[in-house]
């Protein structure tokens, strides 16, 4: 059984979490950032990093998302500004799914992750600032050792 690590990383969150992930796999295995990564017909297990952007999944991401198919156990993992719990997060990870339902999705992981202040400060002096912004103060310093721990938990679990 060959796996599959793909993330998508604007700022790094995600790709900590990708990285960490991979090393955790059996061989065999492979890491691609998105837009290099091959068509995920010849593995069987995909895990599938985004980070969360305007209220979804981001985009490229969502393009890699619609390639699973039913010969795939996936693992989706995320990070994001907002709180964990927060509707907006629940209705993204809600819509990887829906892009992933062919595969048998296997897991799902998410956190917060830390937002570089630059792009708070963007957020900030929009007309209509986004709700995620309340909580990028408590998302500095994640993902931590303690997220990824959690993550591998679920991973382990699943026995990929
Ligand atoms: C342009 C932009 C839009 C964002 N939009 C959201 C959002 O809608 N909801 C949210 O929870 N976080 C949002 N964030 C925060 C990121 O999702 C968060 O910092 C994430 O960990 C970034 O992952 P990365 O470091 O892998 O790129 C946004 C960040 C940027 C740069």
């Known amino acids: 059984m060959r796996s599959l690590v793909v993330y998508s990383s604007r700022t790094g969150n995600t790709k900590k979490l ?20 091959p068509d995920p017909k010849d593995y069987s297990f995909i895990a599938i990093g985004f980070w969360i952007k305007d209220g979804e999944p981001d985009p490229d991401a969502q393009e890699y998302l619609k390639k699973i198919s039913e010969d795939h156990e996936v693992f989706l993992f995320a990070t994001h500004g907002a ?23 296997m897991g799902i992981y998410h956190c917060q992750g830390e937002v570089p202040q630059e792009v708070v400060e963007e957020a900030r002096n929009m007309p209509n600032p986004p709700d995620w912004l309340a909580d990028a103060e408590a998302a500095k310093g994640h993902p931590d050792e303690n997220d990824i721990k959690k993550m591998l938990q679920l991973v382990e679990d699943i026995n990929p």
């Open 83 to 105: 709180q964990v719990n927060s509707d907006e997060v629940k209705k993204a990870m809600k819509k990887a799914e829906d892009l992933a339902k062919k595969g048998r999705i």
């Open 18 to 37: 990708a990285q960490a992930l991979y090393d955790f796999l059996p061989e065999k295995k492979e890491i691609f950032p998105v837009k290099e990564a």
